[in-house]
């Protein structure tokens, strides 16, 4: 995966970049399938792992403080868990970016 969905909007610091493209490459490595509900709204379904809903709670918040546009809700149900994405429409090519990513 490259940079190529990283917003410009974004203020991590670009030596930071890949250790947090990496990590949604692990979340990508668990999703089961993803469902894009419209050019602005993403649902993926990950397996269920141990505090593996704890670790993409805190990999989104750390996501939100940098890409403040991003609207993440992480839900546990019996047998998944399930994160939610969305984004303002000037933000939907970011939203494309990750759908690509975590599409199964």
Do not use: K, N, Y
């Amino acid at each position: 995966m490259t940079e190529a969905w990283v917003p410009d909007a974004c203020t991590l610091p670009t030596v930071e970049r890949p250790v947090r493209i990496a990590e949604f490459q692990g979340l990508a490595d668990v999703t089961r399938s993803s469902v894009r509900h419209s050019p602005t709204r993403l649902t993926a379904e990950l397996e269920p792992a141990p505090g593996l809903a704890d670790e993409v709670r805190h990999l989104t918040r750390r996501e939100s403080e940098c890409c403040s546009f991003f609207g993440f809700v992480v839900r546990e149900e019996p047998g998944r868990v399930l994160l939610d994405i969305d984004v303002p429409e000037p933000h939907a090519e970011v939203l494309d970016g990750l759908a690509r990513l975590l599409g199964r």
